[in-house]
């Protein structure tokens, strides 16, 4: 079974409608994050948790929101999507060191009509 | 701030030959400096990292990097390509002075490695 799972795979749905992404890690880390991928442009960070109660924006909040309801459960939120929300998502995992890697899921790629 | 720099969108290369993939970055303190290979339809896998000591680094697949402080940069290496190396390549940046901030990844917009039989 995979370190880091996450539902669904792939996601279609309209403009306006509210989407939720989930991710659920059996690595026993602290550290959890949400980025997405966009052609061209790389990995962009959108929160991360250090720990049930600490959430944190990254560089691209605006239009998602988070919850990290155990220590081994982070979803994300679109509340009203917008086509350009269309992206392939993934959730991450990091060990307590600063030097350690961040461990991926294999991504949701969401589309939005 | 941090900032990482993927210069070439794609690298072509024969197979058996040698392979660099480029990568520069920017932070104001220490760097932790990282590898990322993603397949198609995949997440990203760690490769390597350089922490400190050594700046040749060897990692998973055969692939090694090499630090060099004055110029800024973190090149991946293979000796001798296959096709199976065929992929998008991430290097990703962490400022180890930054704090809190610190456990923040700065990824480059990646590399498309095609390996040619």
């Known amino acids: 079974d995979a370190d880091v799972t996450q539902t669904p795979r792939n996601r279609i749905t309209k403009t306006g409608k509210r989407i939720m992404l989930e991710c659920s890690q059996t690595?026993?880390?602290?550290?959890m994050y949400w980025y997405r991928q966009d052609p061209g442009l790389g990995l962009r960070l959108i929160y991360y948790?250090?720990?049930?109660?600490?959430?944190n924006k990254g560089e691209i909040s605006d239009g998602y929101s988070v919850s990290r309801q155990a220590q081994a459960k982070f979803s994300l939120s679109l509340e009203s999507a917008i086509p350009n929300q269309t992206a392939l998502y993934f959730c991450?995992?990091?060990?307590?060191?600063?030097?350690?890697?961040?461990?991926f899921g294999d991504g949701t790629r969401l589309s939005i009509l | 701030a941090q900032s990482v720099a993927q210069p070439e969108d794609q690298v072509n290369v024969a197979e058996g030959n040698p392979l660099t993939v480029k990568c520069t970055y920017s932070v104001s303190g220490n760097p932790y400096l990282f590898w990322y290979v993603q397949y198609p339809n995949r997440g990203l896998q760690f490769l390597l990292k350089?922490?400190?000591?050594?700046?040749l680094v060897k990692g998973s697949y055969g692939f090694e990097a090499e630090f060099n402080k004055s110029q800024t940069s973190f090149h991946l290496k293979k000796p001798s390509a296959l096709v199976s190396d065929s992929a998008l390549y991430f290097c990703a940046v962490r400022d180890m002075d930054s704090g809190a901030g610190s456990y923040q990844l700065t990824f480059g917009k990646g590399t498309k490695l095609s390996v040619i039989p």
């Open positions: 690595k026993g880390h602290d550290r």
């Open positions: 948790s250090f720990d049930v109660k600490d959430i």
């Open positions: 991450a995992t990091g060990g307590r060191g600063v030097n350690q890697p961040q461990h």
């Open positions: 350089y922490i400190t000591g050594d700046n």
